[in-house]
């Protein structure tokens, strides 16, 4: 190559810095007309997808899951533990609350890989035309690439929440470990997204070496804030089992906003320090960055 190997190229971008000013046009382009309709393409997705799960296999997974504690004293060991945290009050919501947390992981999921098929091109269109147009496209990533990086990491993802279901007994922790594993699910995911047009792999893999501590910030962010859908789940479990259709359909509205969000920011990030990479290989390069 005629210039560095970007391997051996730290950016020299302030990652504090980089992340806010990547908020702030992601801010400003969420609300955008555009990207509103964007959201309805994965939003209509998920939609048509947990409309009929739900209509169809709500009931059933109540009384199957009705069944199991039935028949293995799930209810009188479930009763003890919540009266032990002094949540005996919920006793009666056991089997909702149950069906909620199995199917919140699977939501998340099917949103994230609608998100990263559907809508991640079209918002890497829509950021570099407007804000790095002369940006080389170096093609390093392809749609078979974000397809099983899409894939692994939700299935990951949703494994792990599982297995930490437990913890919802002790709701501030749940809500952190559940924003430490949208961190590490968005921060994998979104940068691969954001970078595939544009970055060759060299320069992706040094970026998300260098960049990783401001990836995983921005993931963590957003990841605070997807832990409201929860709990709009949670509070309609001890309301009433009616209300689940409509909660979760609300539910996956504020994911899809939430992960379009994200993606703007990681997008508008992830080309910032890529701009940056560039410039610091090829100093006389013009046009490498792009102001506001």
């Given at each position: 190559m005629p210039h560095a190997d970007s391997a051996t190229v730290i950016p020299r971008i302030a990652p504090m810095k980089g992340v806010l000013l990547a908020w702030r046009r992601a801010l400003r382009s969420q609300f955008s007309g555009r990207m509103l309709l964007l959201s309805l393409v994965p939003l209509l997705l998920s939609l048509s997808l947990w409309g009929v799960a739900m209509w169809l296999g709500l009931q059933p997974l109540l009384d199957w899951l009705h069944g199991l504690f039935t028949d293995y004293g799930g209810f009188d060991a479930s009763n003890s533990m919540l009266g032990m945290v002094g949540l005996g009050m919920l006793k009666v919501m056991v089997v909702p609350l149950l069906a909620i947390a199995l199917l919140l992981p699977l939501m998340i999921a099917s949103s994230l890989l609608f998100m990263g098929i559907v809508a991640m091109p079209a918002i890497e269109r829509?950021?570099?035309?407007?804000?790095?147009?002369?940006?080389?496209?170096?093609?390093?990533?392809?749609?078979?690439?974000?397809?099983?990086?899409?894939?692994?990491?939700?299935?990951?993802?949703?494994?792990?929440?599982?297995?930490?279901?437990?913890?919802?007994?002790?709701?501030?922790?749940?809500?952190?470990?559940?924003?430490?594993?949208?961190?590490?699910?968005?921060?994998?995911?979104?940068?691969?997204?954001?970078?595939?047009?544009?970055?060759?792999?060299?320069?992706?893999?040094?970026?998300?070496?260098?960049?990783?501590?401001?990836?995983?910030?921005?993931?963590?962010?957003?990841?605070?804030?997807?832990?409201?859908?929860?709990?709009?789940?949670?509070?309609?479990?001890?309301?009433?089992?009616?209300?689940?259709?409509?909660?979760?359909?609300?539910?996956?509205?504020?994911?899809?906003?939430?992960?379009?969000?994200?993606?703007?920011?990681?997008?508008?990030?992830?080309?910032?320090?890529?701009?940056?990479?560039?410039?610091?290989?090829?100093?006389?390069?013009?046009?490498?960055?792009?102001?506001?």
């Open positions: 829509h950021v570099s035309g407007r804000h790095f147009p002369a940006l080389d496209r170096k093609e390093g990533g392809s749609f078979v690439g974000s397809l099983a990086i899409n894939v692994g990491s939700t299935a990951v993802f949703a494994l792990l929440w599982l297995f930490t279901l437990p913890l919802y007994a002790i709701p501030p922790l749940a809500w952190l470990v559940q924003a430490g594993l949208w961190a590490w699910v968005t921060s994998r995911v979104m940068s691969y997204d954001a970078l595939a047009a544009h970055a060759s792999g060299a320069e992706r893999q040094v970026l998300m070496r260098t960049c990783r501590p401001a990836l995983l910030t921005i993931g963590l962010v957003s990841g605070l804030a997807g832990a409201l859908p929860g709990i709009a789940w949670m509070g309609g479990a001890v309301i009433s089992v009616v209300l689940f259709p409509v909660l979760a359909l609300v539910s996956l509205w504020l994911y899809i906003m939430l992960f379009l969000f994200a993606g703007l920011w990681f997008q508008y990030y992830c080309l910032q320090a890529l701009a940056e990479l560039r410039a610091q290989q090829l100093p006389a390069h013009p046009g490498a960055d792009a102001s506001i």
